[in-house]
């Protein structure tokens, strides 16, 4: 059974820092297109980074470029989110996902990820 974690999220005030880690497991991802996506209550989902397999050119959401860092360690089957200076508006539900079908360039075609994780809830108070 194919299987997406994540772990990492939490409460934290204004400008702090949270880092995000999402294992696999079922079946390795080391040529997966691997991505974060969040949705906030009353909210549409939207990405807000993508890597692929080797890790080159990251795609990141224009409200989060500069904070946040995607990365990951293949040997690990695992992508993490580094979320730095954090503000309210980043407050969501963060989900990992992989496109299992396509092992090129990082994209946020959201259909086109067909595995997802449960989720982890990232609250951040002014």
């Known amino acids: 059974q194919v299987q997406l974690v994540e772990s990492g999220g939490g409460l934290v005030q204004a400008g702090a820092s949270l880092r995000l880690s999402c294992v696999a497991s079922?079946?390795?991802?080391?040529?997966?297109?691997l991505g974060w996506f969040r949705q906030a209550p009353g909210k549409e989902r939207e990405c807000v980074a993508a890597?692929?397999?080797?890790?080159?050119?990251?795609y990141y959401a224009t409200s989060v470029k500069g904070r946040f860092t995607i990365s990951r360690d293949n040997a690990k089957n695992t992508v993490y989110l580094q979320m730095n200076s954090l503000k309210p508006e980043d407050t969501a539900v963060y989900h990992c996902?992989?496109?299992?079908?396509?092992?090129?360039?990082?994209?946020?075609?959201?259909?086109?990820?067909?595995?997802w994780g449960q989720g982890t809830q990232v609250t951040v108070s002014s």
């Open positions: 079922g079946r390795t991802f080391s040529s997966d297109v």
């Open positions: 890597i692929n397999w080797n890790s080159a050119n990251p």
């Open positions: 996902a992989a496109d299992t079908g396509y092992s090129g360039y990082a994209h946020c075609t959201e259909r086109k990820y067909d595995y």
